[in-house]
């Protein structure tokens, strides 16, 4: 009898060491199949959905939820929670898994899909909850630093102010992830659905879970890193590529809004710029509308697509160095300074939807933040060379313009000396006409009949003397000598001395000179060879009774000068070439006039354009700066003046 | 009334100051070319010579510097069809510099004040 009593004991015992066994051979095959689900995890979302479903599944541990906290540095965060968030949905998805039986395969499955709306919820709820394990006294913080698994069945026996209290489980279960001996976090789980509390079966298989994930959760973390900092520098390097490809500002300010939120897989991106104190959007990228078309007036398409545009923390970060994480219109926003040294040259700013179920604080992690700095130092290196790239084709321009200028100077410069041999030839026979003609005017009285001839003969080589004088001279050593003149005066004159050209033309002249013109320095012969010549030129193009308009006008601190015909407009290439000395002859002329018109004009410190269009006739516009007394040195440039010094420097 | 000695390479011109040189009273003697003008001053000795610059054969500056060498108390002034040239007259020894003009007036000013300073 004792021996039978023996006997059943020794049974019993063998029995239940066979079902403990069959247990551990039991959670074994579980523990080994999980993992090698786990190991397959392409990525740290994934590995941490399938260890919460693994807590979670009836197959295996049949946790009602499990929480998930992860380390970093000190800071222990809730980053993914899977289970239902109310009866009702526990209800229906226990009844969906029953009559499906789905096997932990197929829920691993559905792991890559996302979880559910409660999955999600219960990811809100657990993200809400951070703390500092070296100064917490939390349950969780000691869980982690003691690397001690914690059953706790009754909640209200922890802190009133314990953060796992948040969680709203009567009991549960918190176990530590550890990787190397060094804790990574933890999952917390328990059956506050089923009110029951866990089972020591689920706390041991929980512990060993436990152990093994966090070694591989450690290495999906570090491989997560691996890719962030490649993503990283291919980014970087994208946008050296554009610093070093001297693309022009408006490219690469799209181009840097763009990258900053594909490397961030932002929803978009955006880049202001300031301009005159005000931020001023100056690129968008949206993922879902692409690249956004600016106006000029900055912020109007902005406001319609997204309602970042006027985002007030925008401007509330601009003083702080690193990026910011906010939150606004339903989305979440990160903002860096583009800083130039020590200035602020503009904002870059990546936005994206709140309710993302990535990892991290809604969506931007502290290294999303911390990658968007070190984008925007290089970002507004890229922007300033785009920018400095810009103010250098204007300088080439603008020594283009010179350079136009000084082979129109050039020429005339040649044209001095070849003016200089012409001169000789004509001036000896001029002066031999002239002459004679003073001679024998002298020698008759007024009532001869040859006398009105010969003041003709004497004025009209007098004005060809003049103009001889002039033009010979201009580019060499006759600097204008500006006084103080009307320039309606000098046009009125210049329109008398032409009445014969224009009347055998029978022009239509219409004339319409301001009465409140101020007079400016200007040396009156030279402007009126410039009127001559144009007037001239516009007799020579018009047909015959063509219409000529002269106007003057003062235009705030110039005066307009305009000459304007309905003659056939010049060719384009024509134009071009127009103050080009010799560039443009036209039938009978001597390819001169326009060129010493240019000239001066240009010494008088003024401009004189040209516009010639079919129907519109051809425009001559001359502008001159108002100069008054006090601005006498800054007025006429006198460029001959240098070359005077130097001769005079040479007298003995 | 003077002896002027006027050394031009253009007829019309020297018909031009003969002319009107000679209405003012002035006994004017007339060259074609440097050379000529040197020949002679070898035997006269004018009270102004009245030089063109620009000329075929001897160039108007030589001959200055030949009369210079002869006798450098002879007036001389420089008449030129080239402006651009009056800028450097300070540098030559010439006593006067007149652009051509049909206006003779300022030639004969010029004339009539070298012969009053003498």
């Known amino acids: 009898m004792d021996t039978d009593l023996e006997g059943q004991a ?32 392409e990525d740290l979302e994934t590995t941490l959905r399938i260890i919460l479903t693994c807590v979670t599944s009836g197959y295996t541990l049949g946790f009602n939820r499990a929480f998930l906290f992860l380390l970093d540095d000190a800071k222990l965060s809730g980053v993914m929670a899977v289970g239902p968030s109310d009866p009702f949905e526990a209800g229906q998805i226990w009844h969906e898994l029953e009559t499906n039986t789905r096997a932990l395969e197929d829920l691993i499955a559905s792991c890559r899909m996302g979880g559910s709306q409660g999955d999600r919820q219960l990811s809100e709820l657990v993200r809400t909850i951070s703390l500092d394990t070296q100064a917490s006294s939390s349950i969780l913080a000691r869980c982690v630093n003691e690397r001690e698994p914690f059953v706790i069945e009754d909640v ?19 176990v530590p992830m550890v990787s190397a001996s060094k804790p990574i976090g933890l999952i917390l789980a328990d059956n506050s659905i089923t009110c029951r509390n866990p089972t020591p079966e689920q706390v041991n298989l929980l512990k060993m879970l436990a152990w093994q994930a966090g070694q591989i959760v450690e290495r999906a973390r570090y491989e997560e890193d691996i890719k962030r900092r490649l993503q990283e520098f291919s980014t970087l390097n994208e946008i050296s590529k554009g610093i070093l490809s001297t693309t022009d500002l408006e490219t690469e300010i799209s181009l840097i809004a763009r990258i900053s939120a594909q490397a961030l897989n932002a929803r ?54 690193q990026a910011e994480v906010r939150y606004a219109w339903g989305r979440c926003f990160m903002c860096t300074p583009l800083s130039k040294g020590d200035g602020i040259i503009g904002t870059l700013t990546v936005f994206d939807e709140i309710f993302s179920d990535s990892l991290g604080e809604n969506g931007f992690t502290r290294e999303d933040a911390r990658f968007l700095s070190v984008l925007a130092g290089q970002a507004a290196i890229a922007i300033e060379n785009a920018k400095l790239f810009e103010r250098l084709k204007q300088k080439e321009e603008h020594i283009r313009e010179l350079h136009r200028h000084l082979l129109r100077s050039e020429r005339l410069a040649a044209l001095g000396e070849v003016s200089s041999q012409v001169a000789h030839e004509i001036r000896n026979p001029l002066t031999a006409i002239g002459g004679f003609a003073r001679s024998m005017r002298r020698k008759i009285n007024d009532d001869h009949p040859d006398a009105k001839a010969l003041d003709v003969i ?96 003062r235009v705030d601190r110039t005066i307009e000068i305009r000459f304007a015909n309905d003659g056939p407009p010049i060719p384009k290439e024509v134009v071009d070439k127009l103050f080009v000395p010799f560039a443009t002859t036209k039938a009978g002329g001597s390819g001169l006039g326009l060129a010493i018109a240019y000239e001066i004009v240009f010494e008088h410190g003024g401009t004189i354009d040209v516009r010639s269009e079919e129907g519109l006739g051809t425009i001559f516009l001359i502008t001159l700066p108002l100069i008054v007394e006090g601005d006498r040195r800054r007025g006429p440039v006198d460029r001959r003046s240098q070359i005077r010094d130097r001769r005079r420097g040479r007298m003995p | 009334m003077a002896r002027i000695l006027v050394v031009d390479d253009d007829s019309s011109l020297r018909m031009l100051y003969e002319r009107e040189l000679g209405d003012e009273g002035h006994d004017v003697t007339t060259a074609a070319s440097g050379e000529d003008a040197l020949k002679i001053l070898e035997n006269n000795q004018p009270d102004v ?39 450097d007259f300070a540098t030559w020894n010439a006593d006067a510099y007149v652009v051509k003009s049909s206006d003779l007036s300022e030639l004969k000013r010029t004339i009539d004040e070298i012969l009053q300073a003498q």
Not at chain 1, 270 to 292: C, H, M, Y
Not at chain 2, 58 to 87: C, H, Q, W
């Open chain 1, 10 to 41: 020794v049974i019993e015992d063998l029995r239940r060491r066979l079902a403990e066994v069959e247990q551990a051979s039991y959670s074994m095959r579980l523990l080994l199949e999980m993992l090698s689900y786990l190991q397959a995890a």
């Open chain 1, 156 to 174: 209200s026996c922890l802190a009133r102010e314990d953060p796992a209290r948040r969680l709203n489980a009567k009991a549960f279960v918190c």
């Open chain 1, 268 to 321: 978009g991106g955006v880049v202001r710029l300031i301009q005159e104190g005000k931020l001023v959007a100056k690129a968008i990228f949206s993922r879902t509308i692409g690249e956004i078309g600016i106006d000029k007036d900055g912020e109007q398409p902005i406001a319609k697509s997204i309602p970042a545009s006027s985002c007030p923390i925008v401007t509330g970060s601009i003083g702080g160095k």
């Open chain 1, 458 to 553: 004497v004025s009209e080589t007098s004005r060809l003397e003049r103009i001889l004088n002039e033009q010979l001279c201009f580019a060499k050593l006759s600097p204008p000598n500006p006084k103080l003149d009307d320039v309606n005066r000098i046009m009125k004159e210049t329109i008398d001395l032409l009445s014969d050209a224009i009347a055998s033309k029978k022009a239509r002249l219409e004339i319409d000179l301001s009465d409140s013109l101020p007079q400016i320095y200007v040396d009156a012969d030279k402007m009126k060879q410039v009127f001559i010549n144009l007037i001239q030129n516009a007799i020579d193009i018009i047909d015959n009774e063509g219409r000529i308009s002269i106007t003057t006008k």
């Open chain 2, 49 to 87: 010579v009245v030089l063109d610059i620009k000329m075929d054969g001897m160039d108007g500056l030589t001959v200055l510097d030949e009369i210079m060498k002869r006798d450098s108390t002879i007036p001389v002034i420089l008449n030129t069809a080239y402006s651009t040239f009056k800028a």
